[in-house]
């Protein structure tokens, strides 16, 4: 198959690669929110949007909005992006294609207005890393991320302060806030996972993205001597732990779509010829439905409790979080299914395990996301990366997307 807008997909993929080059840690793409080098991203990313002769503006928050106004005043807006901050040590695509491809998105209409108007969203705040929270940019356009200005960061400047050393100004964080009609958002984002390029496929289209669960394990039991105590008459807090820790993978293997992972484990007091005494373990659970997660918890805690009594170990569990699944819009969903099978293109519906800035935005108006082939299922790491045909076929089925939506009038159905 000959690749669509080769020029354009080459342009995308140099511009990824430029602004990898600005980072706060030279040799590594590191830029987390507000840091200096993003007014270098910004400057680039502005230089495109005038070329297309799109309106400019970085908010109170931070983030680029970039628009391309549509037929008429009150033509709703259709909101296209991802995040511009990056993890420390990251690699080049993770949010900043799905920034960039908003941006050739514009130039492939060459000129001509749709019946609603494109803004090209590059959000200042995604990963968390800053600040320990995360979604900042997005929340923005909500008006509710006014609680985060008072967080600090590990030098203890308070968020607000960061705004203003940026050049921003805190007070104005309501302007930032979504006013009039919004059509929707699309988010084109690297996979991060290796489930496209098992199936051997170059995008696939978001069902939802999976809601979780993170808990706190502490199993106690008592420490004593590994050599003189029976074993009948042992305490193991990290024997309960490792039932518990197979039991949850069994768990997930049994259950479609389910993912459960122990990441974390701390076992005390940790020596060799002692028994442990207690362990604190974590529990991070996943599934696109909350039914089908909040139905595994409480037999997965129960199996844990269970696994305890029977060596005489007490368990303390303590929620940490709990996210609920958000699904994609499904006539966006639809229409990314048409635009790829008119681009000649395999389309299938995966699961996004990650959270999304598209997360946020769905609170707000319908939103879809693309996936894009994660070779080697690598993010989050400098050897991540894309490779060009999917890049091109992303772009091939955003920009059908585009005329899809526009051929149904700006979906007044909404
Ligand atoms: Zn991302």
Known sequence: ??????????????????????????????????????????????????????????????????????????????????????????????????????FALVETLGGRRLPFALEVLGFSEEEGVRYGASFFGSLALLGTAGPMLELRDAGGQALRDALTEFGLDAEALPSAEIAGNALGYLEIHIEQGPVLEAAGQSIGVVEAIAGQNRLDLTFTGRASHAGTTPMLLRRDALAAAARFVVAAEELARSTPGLVATVGMMDVKPGAGNVIPG???????????????RLAALPGLLASAEQFATERGVTLAVTPKMEVQATPMHPQ????????????????????????????????????????????????????????????????????????????EGGMHGL
């Open 1 to 102: 198959m000959t690749i669509p807008h080769p020029d354009l997909t080459q342009t995308v993929l140099d511009a990824c690669h430029t602004l990898a080059g600005f980072t706060t840690t030279p040799g590594r793409i590191t830029r987390t929110f507000l840091a200096p080098p993003t007014h270098d991203v910004h400057a680039f990313l502005t230089g495109w949007a005038q070329r297309l002769g799109m309106t400019i503006r970085v908010d109170a928050a931070g983030n680029l909005r970039c628009r391309w106004e549509g037929n008429g005043p009150n033509a709703p807006t259709l909101y296209l992006g991802s995040h511009l901050d990056t993890v420390p040590n990251a690699g080049a695509y993770d949010g900043i294609l799905g920034v960039v491809l908003g």
């Open 278 to 292: 207690e362990v604190r373990c974590s529990l991070d659970i996943r599934h696109a439905r909350d039914e089908v």
């Open 332 to 407: 966006f969903r639809a229409l990314l299914h048409q635009a790829a099978a008119d681009a000649g293109l395999a389309h299938p519906e995966l699961v996004s395990g990650a959270g999304h800035d598209a997360m946020v935005m769905a609170a707000r108006m319908p939103a879809a996301m693309l996936f894009v082939r994660s070779p080697g299922g690598l993010s989050h790491h400098p050897d991540e990366a894309v490779l060009n045909e999917d890049v091109a076929d992303a772009l091939a089925v955003g920009e059908r997307f585009l005329h899809l939506l526009a051929a």
